[in-house]
């Protein structure tokens, strides 16, 4: 089925997420939309899907106008949609996952045809090589495993329009590998997909047409043959340099010295994180590199003191803070920007002043004897607002009302402000636009030449390059090896991937 | 929701909002609604009491029967009912005109601020637990506790005037935050939800009282009725305006209680915390506060505060305890805290103006032959609106505020 | 309402290089021993010996007529005592093993507690005995509301709207049953009408929750304070001048014809009114409907993870504000208990706190229907054990038993019973 957006609008208040796009799928291909994190890519698929409704502008499949009220009418139209975010209820099991919604009823008494539901699930998942137990609960699947009953739940509909949204940004280079091929068997098949993303290797991968989108705006078609900087340089709206200026790390003494670090969780019992051992001298940055989901957020944690340890040392400075509170920790010296900035980084409803407080209120100056003291918090807020340039009508707004790049200056700013040894950064530009990245990298490294020890943790490899003085990759709770920040991409992919250990095919 | 798009230009996907719970939004509704909101929606729900109260006038049924002959008839009759019945609460609640004397005219507003007092204790510490983002609902077994404890201590004991009413007040607070204090530590600890909790430790202290006033330890020598001895004079609150007033010092420091929490809430790093914890306790916890420690403490300060307004009719009015002590002043405290959008400030003038609601029962009975539970059902429906500010805007077409656009997301 | 656990249970943190050891949940045998202990030694050891309890089953209906037991009340208190230890030391072996009793454990221990505290309760009192059937239909008739309330709980939560105004809606039945029964005459018009009244209160709070967002805890606890003062408004002013408006009407009792002559269980299952055969059906449908239904299906999608029921053509909102009205309906229907069900006339605050046991019961029950009953049910025997012990005149406090549901469901909820998980999304408004 060919798919066609003619001049398709959305707006968000004054905000324009959508302005007068056009794009044309035709079956049987790959159709790549390229754009930054923002650019409007997701709300066009969910315009697309019924989700939103688009303020101006048409949808036709094979050239007939078709209005969408909800999901369900583009389900039923032959359109399926694999979310960034899974989906799929965490309780239910793979076989109700992907009846629900389209339910086959039996007996008189039209009860839920179960039977019916494992073996569509067995046909499609023997169909394409999936191996998933129709009877397995969805919150005992891998991240891998639960995106395949999503691709199921949508082929089960007959869809002949599939969109993935970021799919591979949970996946390993070689799970990645596999729903590339995954889709390209679509494609085959005669199913048009669009493949929303911001990963140019992937789009080079597998794409037959590309359409790139920057700030809710269509800048431009390429061919797959074009380069990576070409649409790079398409995508972001200027040419980019891959990577920060950074001098060469002049590293001191050993400040962090993680010892047979291990955490097991306390009501599953699995083990998080596997005795891990490193080191980070002063003034050098380590970037954790690996899918999400192998240990480097227990890791983060669990050296912050958020996460009890279940065996193993943290040594810094020659102090053991091996299972200290966080209060403790932060009090040696420690900064900590935690990897999902709304839920634990910033109180949303709080002002910026009492953000860039949050860790160090009840301390000389902001507070005497219990007291806050008010004129201080205000100066204080001038004066980080400017330092870190934070994009804000009032230091009275509240946090949750600023964009995500400056929730998270405010977040660096509160932990700068103290002096650190240790900074520990998760994930610390998600979700940021490139500016925003621009200025956290460029502080990060200050923080560094400054003589701090840095602790990054990042799934973006681009990041990690950018940054690193050495990269330690994680995989399964363990480190596989710590590297040189030349080491190429393939390799590092293979050790993320858990290379030389054992191979998991899940 | 749409907002929230525009304000995150950063990210692609909106943030989902549906992941969290709406504690923020709902009590933002609440603490931020416009004071015209909070006056219509009060005027609304007296309007409708008005209507329910000419629907049952029999008066106004038996005019509505010749109602196409002469309508006036059935407009005079409903006008007849509503004013007996808003001029009741009026004479009941603040001045009676009636009375011969200036005492007798001003009493009716010194007894509003006489039921307003154990309001205003609880609806306090309701309040800080509402804006430390715990819906306690256990102000009715806490204050039960409290005014047990305090009760015992005033009529078991035999001490000096001061001394005595400072332990006893005090008692009622420890009691009261020992009953908070077992919802703070299970939630801390277990997670076990406190709405759930509250409730049943409710009538767990129910029941408890009960039994104690089954003892001979808490009954007059004799006596079988489930009374507890007077509480020795020592331990009274005294009276503020002299014998003819039933106003006591209770208010006095129920008022003192509310400049305490807007220090504690607005000034002090506790309150500081408190609040960060209730508007996101994970983002509280990787600051490095004890969210564990403050979710207790928040529950203690709430019960003690709860104890307190126990100490207004064991100490003050009643000077005994009964099975009756709590009344409904627990769950009263819950529409006062609401209403008084978790302020003290605001909570002071919502436990007056429900205070004089309760006050005007009486006269509501006589003078209007109604029954009290109309005041119930004025107190639900102004809660009711002023958590629902659009609904309230819809009905009498007012703008919507610029200020709730900017903080809608 | 499940708030995540603010902090995860301190961990014992083992000295550096200790092997990593598996946990084990020791809680569950811990609290089943301590109680078995404590039932031998108050109940077995401490009561005087040489005194007997007399266990009376029959029923003058009955097919044929089981024997009166009249057991040593010491002697049978310490074996069912020492079997309940038994079961508790079995427990424990599992727990050591990391493995889980089945639902019999709970169910066999909870007799011999119960047992043996009916043999304590009424030994040596030569001239009254435990009426066992009577105490079991008297559990079941208490539990009556308590079922239907905690079903309309489990209705509206599921879709992941708190139901709190359960207290109302079943005031608010009781309410117009006795009000359009006595207008009608006839007290099964009564049964019909109360359903209306319990899901005009849901569509309240459907509305407050689904489009204004309001916090549905704030609405439950506001709407139970409304229907009391609605109810007691109209009690006091309609119905005192009318009296012809609340009269004592009553549904009769219906046998149904040989298996209400079954000893014990006929007179207790089989001889009750409508309401209680209705509450039979309601329970096994909703079992059924929630769990192997379309419906169900999309219910708990909505309450688990509304955006995932939307992103498939699910009306998340409208699949939440027809629940919540259904659940407000039960709970009306609940509601004709106090008054048409059990031959009264509508009393202000009837439902006397009912509803938050409901609640309890619920939350005990784990969300579904079948587990509803037994929690209703257990709290039911409870009540009904408070009034045949004060009959008996018991030494045991009647408050104290009074207590017992809540103290049960504060136990449940601290998780020492077990850890119950309520739906994902409740309490959280959908927006899109």
């Not at chain 2, 549906?18 to 015209?36: F, H, P, V, Y």
């Not at chain 2, 009759?77 to 004397?101: K, M, R």
């Not at chain 3, 209680?276 to 079992?287: A, G, R």
């Not at chain 3, 509803?372 to 406090?397: C, E, K, M, T």
Request: with cysteine; net charge negative.
């Amino acid at each position: 089925m060919k798919l066609e957006l003619q001049g398709i609008t959305k707006k968000f208040g004054d905000f324009t997420a959508n302005d007068a796009i056009d794009l044309v799928v035709q079956p049987g291909t790959v159709h790549a939309l390229l754009g930054e994190n923002g650019a409007g890519k997701s709300t066009l698929m969910n315009v697309l899907f019924g989700l939103y409704d688009a303020d101006g502008g048409q949808i036709l499949l094979d050239d007939e106008p078709r209005v969408f009220a909800g999901p369900g009418d583009a389900m039923d139209a032959g359109i399926g949609m694999v979310h960034q975010h899974f989906m799929l209820v965490p309780v239910f099991t793979v076989a109700e996952s992907v009846m629900l919604g389209n339910e086959d009823v039996t007996g008189p008494a039209k009860l839920l045809d179960l039977n019916a539901a494992r073996a569509k699930v067995k046909e499609l998942s023997d169909r394409f090589g999936f191996a998933i137990d129709p009877d397995a609960v969805i919150e005992d699947l891998s991240v891998g495993a639960q995106q395949r009953v999503e691709i199921i739940k949508a082929l089960s509909r007959d869809a002949q329009i599939l969109i993935l949204d970021e799919p591979t940004a949970v996946l390993t280079p070689q799970e990645t590998d596999e729903l590339l091929d995954i889709v390209g068997q679509l494609r085959d098949a005669g199913t048009a997909v669009v493949l929303i993303t911001h990963k140019l290797r992937e789009v080079k991968a597998i794409a037959d047409d590309i359409t790139v989108i920057r700030r809710g705006k269509v800048v431009g078609t390429a061919e797959p043959t074009a380069s990576q900087e070409e649409l790079a340089s398409l995508m972001v709206g200027r040419d980019v340099s891959m990577t920060v200026a950074k001098d060469a790390a002049d590293p001191g003494d050993p400040m962090l010295q993680v010892h047979n670090l291990t955490v097991v969780d306390g009501v599953t019992e699995i083990t998080l994180l596997d005795g891990v051992t490193f080191e980070i001298r002063a003034g050098e940055i380590l970037a954790v590199a690996g899918v999400q989901g192998n240990g480097q957020t227990e890791l983060a944690e669990a050296i912050a003191g958020l996460t009890p340890t279940d065996a193993g040392h943290v040594t810094l400075d020659g102090e053991d803070i091996t299972g200290h509170s966080i209060r403790k920790v932060l009090d040696a010296g420690v900064g900590f920007v935690p990897e999902d900035r709304t839920e634990d980084g910033i109180v949303a409803n709080f002002t910026i002043i009492n953000n860039l407080i949050l860790d160090i209120y009840d301390r000389a100056p902001y507070s005497t004897r219990g007291t806050l003291n008010g004129k201080v918090l205000v100066d204080n807020a001038e004066k980080q607002v400017e330092n870190f340039d934070v994009r804000t009508t009032s230091i009275n707004a509240l946090t949750g009302s600023l964009s995500g790049g400056n929730q998270q200056k405010v977040v660096l700013a509160r932990e700068l402000s103290r002096d650190l040894k240790l900074l520990i950064a998760s994930q610390p530009t998600r979700g940021l636009d490139v500016g925003s990245i621009e200025f956290v990298h460029k502080r990060i490294i200050e923080e560094r030449d400054n003589g701090a020890a840095v602790l990054i943790v990042s799934s973006e490899l681009d990041e990690v390059y950018a940054l690193a003085d050495r990269i330690a990759v994680m995989y399964h709770g363990r480190i596989v090896d710590i590297v040189p920040p030349d080491t190429d991409r393939d390799t590092l992919g293979l050790m993320m991937a858990g290379a030389h250990k054992e191979e998991e095919a899940a | 929701m749409s907002e929230q798009v525009v304000t995150q230009p950063g990210g692609e996907s909106p943030a989902p909002d549906e992941d969290r719970r709406d504690w923020a939004g709902t009590w933002r509704q609440i603490t931020e609604s416009s004071g015209l909101v909070v006056a219509m929606a009060i005027f609304a729900a007296l309007v409708i009491a008005g209507l329910l109260v000419i629907l049952v006038d029999p008066d106004v049924q038996e005019a509505a029967g010749y109602f196409f002959s002469r309508p006036g008839d059935t407009f005079a009759a409903a006008w007849e009912a509503v004013s007996s019945v808003y001029g009741a609460i009026f004479q009941g609640a603040v001045l009676n005109f009636d009375s011969s004397t200036f005492a007798g005219t001003i009493k009716p507003f010194t007894q509003t601020l006489t039921m307003a007092t154990p309001l205003i204790f609880a609806g306090l510490g309701l309040g800080i637990g509402f804006r430390a983002g715990m819906f306690n609902i256990g102000a009715q077994g806490q204050l039960l506790i409290g005014a047990t404890v305090g009760a015992y201590i005033g009529f078991a004991w035999h001490l000096p005037f001061p001394l005595h009413l400072a332990l006893a007040v005090l008692g009622t607070a420890v009691g009261g935050a020992l009953w908070g204090f077992i919802p703070g530590i299970l939630k801390a600890k277990t997670g076990a939800h406190e709405v759930i909790v509250t409730i049943m430790l409710n009538y767990v202290a129910l029941n408890l009282v009960a039994y104690l006033l089954t003892l001979e330890a808490f009954l007059p020598p004799g006596q079988t009725n489930p009374k507890s001895p007077i509480v020795d004079e020592s331990a009274q609150y005294p009276l503020l305006l002299g014998s003819q007033f039933n106003l006591h010092w209770g208010f006095i420091l129920a008022l003192l209680c509310a400049w305490g929490v807007w220090w504690l809430m607005e000034r002090s790093t506790l309150g500081f915390e408190f609040r960060a914890a209730g508007a996101n306790a994970r983002a509280a916890r990787t600051a490095g506060m004890n969210v564990t420690k403050t979710t207790i403490l928040v529950m203690v300060v709430a019960g003690a505060l709860a104890g307190l307004a126990g100490s207004a009719p064991v100490l003050g009015t009643e000077k005994a305890l009964t099975d009756q002590t709590a009344g409904s002043l627990g769950f009263d405290a819950i529409t006062v805290a609401l209403l008084g959008r978790s302020r003290p400030l605001g909570t002071v003038f919502a436990a007056i103006l429900f205070g004089g609601l309760q006050a005007a029962g009486p006269t509501l009975q006589t003078v209007a032959g109604l029954r009290p539970d109309i005041v119930y059902v004025i107190q639900a429906l102004v809660v009711l609106f002023i958590a629902a500010p659009p609904l309230v805007r819809t009905m009498f077409r007012l703008p919507v505020p610029a200020h709730e656009k900017e903080v809608a997301a | 309402m499940s708030a995540p656990a603010i902090e995860p249970s301190a961990l014992a943190h083992p000295e550096p290089g200790e092997p990593v050891i598996k946990r084990r949940s020791w809680k569950a045998p811990i609290a089943l021993g301590v109680i078995a202990v404590a039932s031998l030694v108050i109940f077995g050891l401490l009561s005087p010996s040489g005194s007997q309890t007399t266990f009376v089953f029959a029923r003058s209906t009955d097919f044929f007529t089981l024997p009166t037991l009249t057991v040593s009340s010491r002697g049978a208190a310490i074996v069912l005592s020492v079997l309940a230890l038994l079961l508790a030391a079995y427990s424990a072996a599992l727990a050591a093993n990391y493995r889980k009793p089945g639902i019999w454990l709970p169910v066999v221990y909870g007799m011999a507690i119960i047992g043996s505290l009916l043999t304590w309760a009424g030994a040596g009192r030569d001239n009254t005995s435990i009426q066992f059937t009577g105490l079991l239909t008297s559990s079941l008739f208490l539990a009556v509301p308590l079922v239907f309330g905690a079903l309309a709980g489990t209705i509206c939560e599921r879709s992941g709207i708190v139901n709190i105004a359960i207290e109302g809606q079943l005031l608010a039945g009781a309410f117009l049953a006795a009000l359009v029964g006595s207008m009608a005459g006839n007290a099964y018009v009564g049964l019909i009408a109360a359903p209306i009244a319990g899901a005009a209160v849901g569509a309240i709070l459907a509305v407050f929750a689904t489009r204004y967002w309001v916090d549905q805890i704030v609405v439950g606890v506001v709407l139970n304070l409304l229907v009391l003062g609605l109810t007691g408004f109209f009690f006091n002013s309609i119905m005192k001048t009318n009296p012809e408006l609340n009269q004592a009407l009553s549904i009769p009792t219906i046998d149904i014809p040989l298996l209400s002559k079954i000893p014990v269980i006929g007179p207790v299952l089989f001889q009750q009114n409508l309401l209680v055969y209705i509450l039979y059906i309601v329970v096994i449908v909703l079992q059924i409907m929630l769990f192997k239904s379309r419906w169900g299906l999309r219910v708990r999608a909505v309450g688990e993870h509304p955006k995932a029921a939307d992103t498939v053509g699910i009306k998340v909102n409208r699949t939440r504000v027809r629940n919540t009205i259904l659940g407000g309906a039960v709970a009306g229907l609940g509601g004709a208990f106090f008054t048409v069900a059990s031959g009264l006339a509508f009393g202000n605050n009837m439902s006397a706190g009912k509803g938050y046991i409901a609640l309890a019961a619920m939350i005990l029950g784990r969300w579904s229907p079948r587990g509803a009953l037994a929690a209703a049910l257990l709290f039911g025997f409870a009540d009904a054990l408070r009034v045949q012990l004060g009959i008996i005149g018991s030494d045991i406090p009647s408050e104290f038993l009074a207590m017992t549901p809540y103290l049960a469901t504060l136990f449940a909820v601290a998780g020492l019973v077990g850890h119950s998980r309520a739906p994902a999304a409740e309490n959280i408004p959908y927006k899109k």
